[in-house]
């Protein structure tokens, strides 16, 4: 069974560029919720997405965008990177409302 | 809105001691709580969670947990520390809302010496 997977797994960028990012859920879930974690920090919620709707979104300015599939993937864009836009940014997925996520391995962006 | 704190940035014990890593949360109700484990380069892994009932809950890897509800706790403990267990550790708190929104403290590094 194939857990939450993630592309790609590192990505630079320059300042001012677009970038999107690619999340599939484990097996059986329906929820898919990304999360920005910069260096030494904790995670920080971005949004979350269910039957293809953004359900709640963070403290994350619109530049940040996104979009499930109706095969639940997900995709997280962000437009005009910033250099404090570098992180890692993790996805993780769940069934329904569940608050048991499973988390993929992330996408190390770094903007230059 | 929830909060998260865990005091200590980095902790060192050795091999075969025990460990203990503190969290404190700040919630009204109830909290589903949550551990979690991130080695260097990798994701997150879920250790553990509380959600209700027994207020000592078991997880992977030989760790468990203790919910207190009088001291906002969900500390963090193995009996025995393996050189393998040298990594992140982080405590989150499932936040209120329209979405099953986590809220992660900012990690305690633990180091493991032989």
């Known amino acids: 069974d194939a857990g939450v997977t993630q592309s790609p797994t590192h990505l630079i960028k320059t300042r001012g560029q677009q970038v999107t990012l690619r999340c599939s859920p484990k097996?059986?879930?329906?929820?898919v919720s990304w999360y920005q974690q910069a260096l030494g920090q904790g995670p920080q919620f971005i949004f979350q997405?269910?039957?293809?709707?953004?359900?709640q979104r963070g403290n994350f300015p619109d530049r940040f965008s996104g979009h499930q599939f109706p095969n639940y993937s997900s995709e997280l864009n962000v437009n005009a990177l910033l250099l404090g836009d570098s992180a890692l940014y993790l996805c993780?997925?769940?069934?329904?409302?569940?608050?048991?996520?499973?988390f993929g391995p992330g996408t190390r962006l770094t903007v230059t | 809105a929830q909060s998260v704190t865990q005091p200590d940035i980095h902790i060192t014990v050795s091999e075969g001691a025990s460990l203990e890593l503190r969290c404190n949360y700040s919630?009204?109700?109830?909290?589903?709580l949550f551990w979690y484990v991130q080695s260097p380069g990798q994701g997150l892994q879920l250790l553990l969670k509380?959600?209700?009932?027994?207020?000592l809950v078991q997880g992977i890897k030989g760790f468990e947990a203790e919910f207190k509800r009088s001291q906002s706790s969900f500390n963090l403990r193995k009996p025995s520390v393996h050189w393998s267990d040298a990594a992140e550790y982080f405590c989150?708190?499932?936040?209120?809302?329209?979405?099953?929104?986590?809220?992660f403290g900012t990690g305690t590094r633990l180091q493991v010496t032989l």
């Open positions: 993780a997925s769940s069934p329904g409302f569940s608050y048991e996520q499973y």
């Open positions: 097996s059986g879930h329906d929820t």
């Open positions: 997405y269910y039957e293809e709707e953004e359900r």
């Open positions: 919630y009204g109700a109830t909290p589903y």
């Open positions: 509380y959600f209700s009932g027994d207020t």
């Open positions: 989150a708190v499932g936040d209120t809302g329209t979405a099953s929104k986590l809220t």
